[in-house]
């Protein structure tokens, strides 16, 4: 799932994040726990998540699928594999949408194109963003990476633009991709990305868009404490 470059360039593209951001991912977790749980048992759940967390380690992303396969190879005749999978690929990830999220989408295509920047496996995460109805928010653009701050330069060859706003629970790490060879265009790039991070504490308050919106307010105005560089003031295209 991975939008096609375009030859258009936009004044202001938004880079929205998925997890804890727009969607509370923690609470997916929460009700893998509980499900894993009562499906083999608390022993077992906890051998699944340390095959889970060892797998992250490996890729560098989230891999649910992966590590029930991984499960699935030391317990081959467990049959309750197949209802973990079924779990996890049929999960209503629209009821974890943050209150105010697709609103906040909508409310941020005022400024330019909103495009879903995300990282993680290649059925999973992608399967999340379709059915949590985020895929359809942003038209269809999305873009699915190993590393996604990694690839700052395929992100500007897809939508090119004079300013990127970023709006993610957690920092982007800018400069740690191929572009790191070249200062100036890094630096270039950098200048250009304006990166809202949500508090930890604020994440599960996500209002309606309003002037009192701790993220999305700021992110559109580009003037709030939430906003790590503000290099000007945009209006609505």
């Not at 593209?13 to 609470?27: A, G, P």
């Not at 950098?190 to 999305?216: D, G, I, Q, W, Y």
């Not at 105005?221 to 609505?236: D, E, K």
Request: net charge neutral.
């Amino acid at each position: 799932m991975m939008t096609p470059p375009t030859q258009t360039r936009n004044r202001v593209v938004c880079l929205l994040d998925v997890d804890n951001t727009l969607l509370d991912n923690d609470r997916v977790t929460a009700d893998l726990k509980r499900y894993l749980t009562h499906e083999i048992g608390a022993d077992r759940q906890e051998r699944y998540w340390a095959i889970f967390e060892a797998l992250r380690s490996e890729l560098g992303y989230a891999d649910y699928l992966g590590a029930l396969q991984r499960y699935r190879v030391e317990h081959p005749r467990d049959p309750h594999v197949l209802c973990l999978s079924s779990f996890l690929v049929n999960y209503a990830f629209a009821n974890r949408l943050f209150p105010g999220s697709l609103d906040a989408v909508d409310h941020l295509a005022q400024w330019g194109p909103t495009v879903i920047l995300s990282d993680g496996d290649v059925v999973f995460q992608p399967r999340k963003i379709e059915r949590s109805g985020l895929f359809d928010a942003v038209e269809g653009r999305v873009l699915i990476y190993i590393h996604k701050d990694q690839e700052l330069d395929d992100i500007e060859q897809r939508f090119p633009a004079e300013h990127y706003v970023l709006v993610s629970y957690a920092s982007l790490v800018v400069g740690t991709g191929r572009i790191a060879s070249c200062p100036a265009r890094r630096a270039a790039l950098t200048r250009s990305l304006v990166s809202c991070k949500m508090p930890s504490a604020r994440r599960r308050e996500f209002p309606l868009p309003s002037s009192t919106c701790p993220v999305f307010s700021s992110t559109a105005r580009m003037a709030s404490a939430a906003l790590v560089r503000a290099p000007r003031v945009f209006s609505p295209t």
